[in-house]
């Protein structure tokens, strides 16, 4: 019974480029939230979806990034141009019920942007 | 604003001590309170949680206890043991239909090391 994947686990990038980051939900999990973390931080909100829906995204930046979760396929989380500033642990969570408290954490995927 | 602290970042025990890990925070319209515990270099993972309307909530080896009258939050590890070093965030969650429901509000997160 596999849990959240995410993938890549460590990606470098340099400024500009495009970010990719890929979430697979547990098996039955229609819920996905992605959340980032920076160095000696707690994690911080950035995205609810269900599929083919944003339930919310007061967490986002309003430029350069952007979340789906297609009918098919994982969650994927997109950082265009990135910075340095973007560069921190991404972690992606899913529920079977819409908002639980218990939301399964997937191993992150860590972005270093040069 | 929102936000949910914590007093203390780092903790250490002996392993078979009883630990206590403390969170303050400042919204009083939280509808729920959580922990999460993350080991390094994974995703933080549920231990416990309790409704807003709750004084105490007991899980296996550990116990969650809410004042609301101070707005803390404590964490209570029996018989602590290595495999507890972690660190510990409290989190915050909103009702079901509500508006911010699923979105986590955690905070920064207290560095639990326990010695053998």
């Known amino acids: 019974n596999a849990g959240v994947m995410q993938n890549p686990r460590h990606l470098v990038r340099r400024r500009g480029q495009e970010a990719r980051l890929r979430c697979s939900p547990m098996k039955g999990h229609s819920h996905v939230y992605w959340y980032r973390q920076l160095p000696e931080e707690g994690l911080k909100f950035m995205v609810y979806l269900q599929k083919e829906n944003i339930i919310d995204e007061s967490g986002m930046p309003k430029e350069r990034f952007s979340a789906e979760f297609p009918k098919e396929g994982p969650s994927i989380l997109r950082i265009q141009q990135v910075v340095r500033g973007d560069s921190a642990a991404y972690f992606c969570a899913s529920s079977h019920t819409g908002g639980g408290n218990e939301q399964y954490f997937g191993p992150g995927t860590r972005l270093t942007v040069t | ?116």
């Not at chain 2, 043991?81 to 239909?97: H, I, L, R, T």
């Open chain 2, 1 to 116: 604003g929102e936000s949910v602290g914590l007093h203390l970042p780092t903790l250490s025990v002996q392993e078979g001590d009883n630990s206590i890990i403390n969170c303050a925070y400042s919204n009083s319209a939280s509808d729920y309170f959580i922990w999460y515990k993350q080991e390094s270099g994974k995703g933080p993972q549920f231990i416990i949680d309790i409704r807003s309307n709750m004084d105490k909530r007991q899980g296996q080896r550990v116990t969650v206890l809410l004042n609301k009258t101070v707005k803390h939050l404590s964490l209570q590890i029996a018989a602590t043991q290595p495999g507890d070093s972690a660190v510990y965030f409290c989190a915050e969650n909103k009702e079901a239909g509500g508006t911010s429901y699923g979105k986590l509000t955690f905070g920064q997160g207290t560095i639990l090391t326990v010695h053998p």
